[in-house]
């Protein structure tokens, strides 16, 4: 090489160590790219999901439901509702567990059987009633704590209502990814005293969107497992226990880290044993939306949110 060039006159030899500098630029640049692309790629094919509160966030959900609930082999009930629920977060730990309440704030339902069709029904029992439960930003429940422990109840969708916070175990995951989760935990917002579910999720990562004007990491479960509740009051002693069967998807906000959109539907086995031991068996199929109506943000996430655009300014 460095004879051919010494053969070259002054003028060739600029020429040509021109040419040698640009092709060893677009190479460079090439590679550059190359790397640029692959870390893009990486972004964009990983999504994140966590829950993030501040003390004070208020949130509104509304819900649209419709169940089919057979006991001991009678005519199917037939019913359509729609809930309302406030949450509230009451504190975060320095751990940072979430200190929520729900609270069932509205309830209308059209209920059919046989021939009776179409009852309406606007009160229940679990309207009013504010439950407390802990999670941490991966959906663990940490502790529960009811409003009075001296009422037993149900709400309108059942001890084992399809639930807003779905068990996440994992932050990060690819695209198409897949992984398993278990956890035993109460669901106060169901019934007091609080049912026990045993669960394990399969949960499989899709590719974010917008939901409802809100830029979305959207995952899907199936879980399944067992349900138990035991009722031992006065004027009502009984025990059921489930075999739990659910399909669902969730919408998270990559920004407010709250569900944007649950979507849940669930097959319930049940076996209720009245207080003279008599068992009856029974059958609740629910499908159900929750979306999100409405957050009135904590007075640190109004200092978070500040701050980002100061930053983005």
């Known amino acids: 090489m460095y004879r051919i060039i010494k053969t ?30 692959d ?22 959900y509304y ?27 009451d504190s975060v730990n320095k751990e940072g567990h979430y200190y929520l309440s729900q609270t069932l704030i509205e309830f209308i339902s059209r209920e059919s059987k ?24 991966l959906g663990y429940r940490k502790s529960v704590f009811p409003d009075d422990t001296l009422r037993a109840g149900v709400s309108p969708g059942g001890a084992f209502n399809p639930i807003i916070f779905n068990l996440i175990a994992e932050p990060c995951k690819k695209v198409d990814e897949s992984w398993l989760a278990q956890d ?4 106060p917002e169901n019934a007091y ?58 919408y998270l906000d990559t920004n407010l880290f709250i569900p944007i959109h649950i979507f849940s539907t669930v097959e319930l086995k049940m076996m209720i044993v009245d207080e003279s031991g008599i068992k009856k068996p029974g059958w609740h199929h629910i499908n159900l939306n929750y979306t999100l109506e409405e957050l009135i943000p904590g007075k640190g996430r109004k200092i978070e949110e500040k701050q980002i655009m100061k930053e983005s300014n």
Not at 67 to 80: E, F, G, H, V
Not at 114 to 134: C, K, L, Q, Y
Not at 223 to 241: P, V
């Open 8 to 37: 070259f006159s002054m003028e060739k030899r600029i020429i040509l160590a021109f040419i040698i500098i640009i092709i060893t630029s677009v190479f460079a640049s090439a590679q550059n790219l190359e790397l640029d692309i």
């Open 63 to 89: 819900a649209v439901g419709y169940d089919s609930i057979s006991i001991d082999y009678d005519n199917p009930i037939l019913k359509s509702r729609f809930e309302k629920f406030r949450i509230v977060c």
């Open 39 to 60: 870390d893009n790629l990486k972004e964009v094919d990983t999504v994140c999901f966590k829950y993030k509160f501040f003390p004070g966030d208020t949130i509104i």
């Open 193 to 250: 005293p609080f049912p026990l579910a045993r669960l394990t999720y399969l949960n499989r990562a899709s590719q974010s969107n917008d939901t409802l004007g809100y830029n979305c990491n959207v995952y899907e479960f199936i879980n399944t497992g067992q349900g138990r509740m035991k009722i031992d009051a006065d004027n009502l002693k009984m025990e059921m226990t489930s075999r739990i069967n659910g399909h669902g998807k969730v």
């Open 114 to 137: 046989g021939d009776i069709r179409n009852v309406g029904r606007e009160e229940s029992p679990w309207r009013g009633r504010t439950m407390h439960f802990a999670i941490d930003s």
């Open 184 to 187: 035993t935990f109460y669901l």
